[in-house]
């Protein structure tokens, strides 16, 4: 052979023959991937409300107890519901409570944290307080001025949650018991920016999980509104007095054992409800009396 | 029109495809001319082989086409044979909750972003393609042409982003309202689509021949007029070329839109109020559609990829028509 | 009547020509807006820790080094695969196709993949190879759906490149008696090749930006992948997912910066090659 056959011609076939193998071998692993159990492994599966304390609260308990996996998706309260009563997960996650045709699939439920929804205005708006009905009315797109709730006469800038959302599910569910919302409505995928969006237009309304009222990131500030009468803070919630307020379940088949016991008692120590619960916008379970 | 390179190599810009270069493709190998050459059955078949190694290389661009109508198109089926084409193209509500799956505000929406952005966009872009051409120092050149060129190399998120963070809030600060809706969705979306037009246009633009320029200037035309009537004109098909080009960029794009047009279902009543695009309904709805929905968001892809079919297939067209003319 | 043409020749003409200017200089203008933005937002980020540090927390504080790994990581990869692919394709167009109805098909594809709009090309990786397949997220999907978004690409530019070796350097080879394959692999890819590695450069750049294609591919998992198997989210996922939530804006801006930083690197890369290489031939 030509000591100097070794440019361009081999090095592509070399770099084609190598693409391939990586190819041809991924294909036969993946074929042949399955999600094979390891014995000390937990699948938790649900609502992609509360994921984030799922998630964090899974890395922080996998870094406590090496040799333990926990594995945490986000795919929706009622199939979290689902897999968890047909096995397929460990635990399921849910930011709704069970339906009535749920109520006989023999789950366990554990309260892990509070969720209160605020009805946030910008700060400069004169409104303080509304009714339920008048929420509701609103975002349904049947008022349409500020004027005609008490404020000033500007056109309402309704910003909605995107229809993933748990906390547009809850407001839904609770609000405008299970109306539709005004489909002109801004739909925004986050709560970081229906609260930025709100911070900054002076016409703008939504709703987000009370704990994110108050943000360490920004210097923006929202009004959350008072509500048929009660103020939402903490104590309200935790005594259920605030009309917009939701649990956040772990479902699980049967009372939990071994790794899931393990599992869901690390969730709900006072060192995750204090930091991640708190961090993720919710109040710990132990605020409240429901 | 010939793009030939002369002697000195000079940089060959290809013509939007329907030349397929036969003038610069190299010559054949000489055949029996001093009857040294003598070409082995063994050099044959490699050579040979070798061939039809690149065709099937080149024939990958055919099969990656076919295999995304064939994924795509078989996952987004359902929803056609369910409700019907004309139900689907033409049903003017999407609300997937309720079991209503119409595109037509979505593509009525698309086209509208689209407009708008070719309406701000393309004489910016054809301005500054003229400017890097025809008024540009070597000096400006420097630095125009590598702007556009980093402006081509920025992420979409980004520009998203950006959109989100700065330009809403200024749109929301003078015009009221939230600063989500078409308006805002148009400046991202020109922005975007300057470098895909000014490339193409400067390349159209650039490929006419000097000589023509010199017989205008002769004649005692300003630099103005010898662009406005007799570049222009003369580099007319590679400029559609580029502005359609344009066109399918913009009314593709997902991630610029989805952050500043406000994602509402309904075909706006403004430009200053929120709405839903082809594209955007997708990044919106997939994190959760099932069943049907999601059936049908692969049909919206499905839509999406033809109408850019179609816009290539327009280049080509335009550009044989062209070709015809001159 | 002349002199009143005259004037208003010169006028339209200055006129225009300021108008052609603004367009460059609001384009310069926009590019500079954005870039000045991004940077004088995101500097404060851009510390050791932020770089090479995991995300900590529901709310992502820390740093972003399982994203640029993957960024890398499925860069690198779509490259890997798309490279050969694109590089002898464009050698098959540029040097051995007749003009016909197979490379008019050829031609038609490739213009068809380069402006399918990438969330289409998310779904074709989702359905193909995460799916079809059975890749499951990771990054192997991910560049395979990547590199049909890159091949057109690179095609054009290989292309581009080596049309424009000149004739004459081609002639003294076959003069010499060199066969086909061995001019071009000796002398036109060679010869073509600082273009060549322009081109590629600039498609990493745009590989690295993509966002709605690693998406549906990759998925969204913080996690820095190691296998080709791996799932991962990259730095414009990151930075969508961000923004979206929109409560750790810092971070999200820290991104945004790296990003372009990023991608200005492929950009000035690209330009270094074909800056070196003009000098080089004179």
Not at chain 2, 165 to 174: D, E, F, Q
Not at chain 3, 140 to 167: C, G, N, Q
Not at chain 3, 234 to 248: D, F, R, Y
């Amino acid at each position: 052979m030509h000591p100097r056959w070794l440019p361009v011609k081999s090095r592509l076939l070399a770099v084609t023959l190598v693409a391939a193998a990586l190819l041809s071998s991924a294909v036969v692993a993946g074929c042949g991937r399955s999600a094979s159990g390891a014995t000390d492994q937990l699948t938790v599966t649900g609502s992609t409300t509360v994921l984030p304390i799922a998630e964090v609260a899974a890395e922080d308990f996998m870094t406590a107890n090496p040799g333990k996996s926990v594995l945490v998706a986000g795919v929706g309260s009622s199939a979290g519901i689902e897999s968890v009563s047909s096995g397929t997960s460990d635990i399921g996650t849910s930011s709704r409570d069970l339906k009535p045709e749920e109520a006989g699939l023999g789950l366990v439920d554990t309260k892990i944290a509070l969720d209160a929804i605020a009805v946030i205005v910008n700060p400069s708006n004169p409104v303080d307080s509304l009714t339920t009905s008048q929420v509701a009315d609103i975002f349904e797109g049947k008022i349409r001025n500020w004027k005609e709730v008490g404020g000033l006469d500007q056109e309402i800038g309704l910003v909605n949650r995107d229809e993933a959302s748990g906390t547009r599910e809850a407001f839904t569910k609770i609000v405008l018991g299970g109306g539709d919302f005004d489909p002109t409505a801004a739909v925004l995928p986050g709560t970081g920016q229906v609260r930025s969006v709100v911070a900054q237009s002076p016409t703008a309304i939504g709703y987000i999980s009370l704990g994110f009222v108050e943000s360490k990131f920004t210097k923006e500030r929202v009004k959350a509104l008072v509500i048929d009468g009660i103020a939402p803070d903490e104590n309200t919630v935790a005594a259920g007095t605030y009309p917009i307020s939701r649990v956040l379940h772990f479902f699980t088949k049967g009372e939990p054992t071994g790794l899931t016991k393990e599992y869901i008692d690390f969730v709900l120590s006072s060192k995750i409800q204090d930091e991640v619960v708190r961090d993720a916008g919710f109040l710990p379970i132990s605020a409240g009396v429901k | 029109m010939d793009t030939g390179s002369d002697l000195t190599g000079r940089d060959v810009a290809p013509d939007m495809c329907a030349d397929d270069g036969e003038a610069m493709r190299a010559p054949e190998p000489p055949r029996k001319s001093t009857g040294l050459t003598k070409i082995t059955r063994a050099t044959y078949l490699k050579e040979a082989a070798l061939q039809n190694l690149f065709l099937l290389c080149a024939c990958v661009a055919v099969a990656g086409v076919a295999l995304i109508f064939i994924f795509v198109g078989l996952k987004g089926w359902p929803i056609f044979a369910k409700i019907g084409l004309l139900e689907f193209l033409g049903g003017a509500t999407w609300y997937p909750t309720k079991e209503h799956f119409g595109i037509l505000p979505l593509i009525i929406n698309s086209l509208l972003a689209m407009s708008g952005a070719l309406l701000l966009g393309a004489p910016l872009a054809v301005g500054t393609a003229v400017f890097l051409s025809e008024v540009a120092s070597p000096k400006a050149r420097s630095i125009v042409r590598p702007a556009v060129e980093l402006l081509a190399g920025i992420p979409s998120v980004v520009y998203g982003f950006f959109g989100l963070v700065l330009l809403r809030p200024i749109i929301a600060g003078l015009f009221g309202g939230l600063g989500f809706g078409l308006l805002t969705v148009w400046l991202i979306l020109a922005v975007m689509i300057v470098p895909t037009i000014a490339t193409l246009t400067e390349d159209a633009l650039r490929s006419v021949p000097e000589g023509i320029r010199e017989a205008s200037y002769s004649m005692g035309a300003t630099k103005w007029q010898t662009i406005w009537r007799v570049l222009l004109p003369a580099a007319k098909i590679g400029i559609i070329d580029a502005v359609i080009l344009g066109m399918g960029r913009a009314i593709g794009e997902t991630m610029a839109v989805v952050m500043v047009a406000g994602n509402a279902r309904v075909i706006p009543d403004g430009i200053l109020k929120p709405f839903l695009t082809l594209t955007t309904v997708i990044v919106m709805d997939m994190p959760y559609a099932s069943g049907d929905h999601r059936t049908a968001l692969f049909g919206v892809a499905i839509v999406l990829f033809i109408i850019s079919m179609l816009f290539v297939a327009a280049i080509r067209v335009i550009s044989r028509f062209g070709k015809g003319m001159s | 009547m002349q002199s009143r043409e005259r004037i208003s020749k010169t006028f339209t003409n200055r006129v225009a020509l300021g108008v052609i200017w603004l367009a460059a200089i609001g384009t310069v203008g926009a590019l500079g807006t954005i870039l000045l933005y991004v940077i004088v937002n995101g500097i404060g980020q851009i510390t050791p820790a932020f770089i090479f540090t995991y995300p900590k927390g529901v709310n992502m504080e820390g740093g972003i080094w399982p994203t640029i790994q993957a960024t890398l990581y499925v860069t690198g990869l779509a490259m890997l695969i798309t490279t050969p692919v694109a590089v002898l394709a464009a050698v098959y167009l540029a040097e051995y196709a007749v003009q016909g109805r197979l490379v008019r098909i050829i031609r038609f594809a490739a213009d068809s993949l380069a402006s399918v709009p990438s969330i289409v090309m998310g779904l074709f990786g989702l359905a193909a190879f995460v799916e079809g397949i059975g890749l499951g997220f990771s990054v192997l999907a991910a560049a395979l759906a990547l590199s049909f978004l890159l091949l057109p690409i690179i095609v054009r530019t290989t292309e581009e490149a080596i049309r424009a070796v000149p004739k004459y350097i081609r002639w003294g080879s076959y003069g010499l008696g060199a066969s086909k394959w061995q001019t071009v692999s000796k002398i036109v890819l060679p010869s073509a090749l600082p273009r060549i590695t322009t081109g590629v450069i600039l498609a990493a750049g745009r590989a690295a930006g993509e966002t709605a294609v690693v998406i549906y591919t990759m998925g969204t998992m913080i996690y820095a992948p190691v296998s080709p198997l791996d799932p991962g989210r990259t730095m414009p996922v990151h930075l969508m997912l961000m923004s979206q939530e929109g409560i750790n804006l810092p971070a999200a801006y820290g991104t945004a910066l790296m990003l372009v930083l990023l991608v200005l690197g492929f950009n000035l890369a690209a330009r270094w090659i074909g800056r070196r290489n003009r000098r080089m031939q004179g």
